[in-house]
């Protein structure tokens, strides 16, 4: 165990400045338990000073020049990339990521506002002439994006700083307010999110970050002041804020159980080394991690044992590590769940190929195959370093086994035959389909999100900011065109 002093405190940020309260809270690396770090905690009074500036401060934020809040996003993404490593080294610690996926979290974020940066000096009004029918002649239609007020952005602990990038990046990009509240395992990297954010020439009250703990983010859901909440995490706390505010403007990035199929033509090297790879990244903690790995029959004896060749290939163990792939999953809590769920299925009749163990918060990269449809590790979501091979028959039963879930957030399709690719993207209810690649990939200026239980709104820089705003038509009168 670290003997090291306790750090100072760090200060949250409240209507962009630096602010302390009267408790503190510890964050541990959940690898070693080791200290972190320290961060001031809000009083419910200054959480209400924080929603009232960003309600203050709405119509200045909306009224913002686009060159000032495009220069914003552009300052964040040069002074990330001039911080880069240091980020890398927080979000492994806090998180447990292996440092290598932090480093690539970290390139992420400095592309997302970058993107961020880019669309919104294209974020512009159009106009349509409504001289179509005589009645409307010299009429002419501005149309403009307007948005709906702060947004309340709720973060999960499995991309610390990428997932709080998303949402706060869009948000300033269209001039609306926002009131971050990271998630209490991880809010080091938002926090030091917002030392960036508070060099920048953003009004005050246009950003705070406040880590609050999670029973008393409900203050900041009812509150009338934030009509918008973007919401990332698991589908029952997502539900539950959209079924508390039905009125509010609620965007949900919620779970899935991604599958990955796997068909006769496929290149099966290629397959077995990303899908390997992307159903451990993250501990598989991420929503898009592969799960269910469905194979066409021809090639499944083959294609399973290279798989197993290179889920034990991967290096499990210190997230600090350089040659690390696989690290911790966030709680010693969180790996005794994936554990208990592996051994239900066990019970019910699956067989382990390869994983299975746990030691402390590190799970074993684990495939299991035989699975019964209504096990958890089947048709919920892992969130964890599990995944399980089912065979199937044809591409028909292939497809019908992936849109066998409550869930539709991302699938992956590995095959060289184009008309099975555009069939893929018509028949398989998701989100997004990626041909030849694991259902992990996302590029961050892309449309994200799913379907079914997956959630509702995309994010995506375009897409959410859409999302955060409201078309606004001014018709001009009496004018020759």
């Known amino acids: 165990m670290d003997a090291s002093p306790t750090p100072e405190p760090r200060p949250f940020w409240l209507a962009g400045r630096p602010a302390t309260g009267s408790a503190q809270q510890t964050v541990t690396n959940p690898y070693d338990g080791r200290v972190v770090g320290v961060h001031s905690v809000p009083t419910p009074e200054q959480v209400e000073q924080a929603v009232a500036a960003a309600h203050a401060v709405r119509h200045k934020a909306a009224a913002l020049p686009i060159h000032v809040r495009a220069e914003a996003l552009a300052h964040v993404a040069r002074r990330l990339a001039e911080r880069a490593e240091e980020f890398a080294r927080l979000i492994s610690a806090e998180n447990g990521k292996p440092i290598f996926w932090a480093r690539g979290e970290v390139n992420r974020a400095i592309s997302t506002t970058r993107f961020a940066a880019e669309e919104a000096r294209r974020f512009s009004g159009e106009v349509m002439r409504l001289d179509t029918d005589p009645a409307a002649q010299g009429r002419l239609a501005y149309i403009t994006r307007v948005p709906h007020g702060p947004v309340l952005a709720i973060t999960p602990f499995n991309f610390p700083l990428n997932l709080v990038v998303h949402k706060v990046a869009p948000a300033i990009a269209v001039g609306a307010p926002v009131i971050v509240k990271p998630a209490p395992a991880t809010p080091l990297s938002a926090l030091a999110l917002g030392e960036i954010l508070a060099e920048t020439d953003l ?44 009125r509010k403007h609620v965007t949900l990035e919620l779970g899935g159980n991604a599958a990955a199929v796997v068909l006769a033509d496929a290149d099966l090297d290629w397959a077995a080394q990303r899908i390997a790879l992307f159903s451990n990244y993250q501990a598989g903690q991420s929503c898009i991690a592969v799960q269910r790995v469905i194979v066409e029959e021809p090639v499944a004896d083959v294609f399973t044992e290279k798989l197993i060749a290179a889920v034990e290939a991967l290096v499990t163990g210190d997230p600090a590590d350089e040659r690390t792939q696989v690290g911790p999953l966030i709680s010693e809590a969180a790996a005794e769940r994936v554990e208990q769920w592996v051994k239900e299925a066990v019970a019910a ?38 995944m399980i091979v089912q065979r199937v028959a044809s591409v028909d039963e292939a497809f019908a086994a992936v849109n066998d879930s409550k869930y539709g957030l991302q699938a992956g399709v590995f095959t060289r035959n184009l008309d099975i690719a555009f069939r893929a993207n018509r028949e398989l209810e998701v989100g997004g389909v990626v041909i030849g690649d694991v259902p992990s990939y996302r590029a961050d200026q892309m449309p994200y999100g799913g379907v079914k239980q997956s959630g509702v709104g995309r994010e995506g820089l375009r897409s959410a900011m859409h999302d955060l705003t409201y078309e606004k038509v001014m018709i001009l009168t009496g004018l020759t065109l």
Request: hydrophobic share 35%; net charge negative; proline share 12%.
């Open 203 to 246: 009004p005050e009250g246009m950003f705070s970050v406040l880590p609050v703990p999670n029973e008393q983010a409900g203050q900041l859901v009812d509150d009338p002041r934030l009509p918008v909440i973007s919401f990332t995490g698991s589908g029952p706390v997502g539900y539950s804020i959209m079924d508390r505010v039905p």
């Open 349 to 386: 009749g699956a067989r382990v190929l390869t994983g299975g163990t746990r030691e402390g918060t590190t799970f074993a990269p684990t495939v299991l195959t035989d699975v019964p449809r209504d096990a958890k590790v089947a048709c919920e979501e892992v969130f964890g370093p599990v």
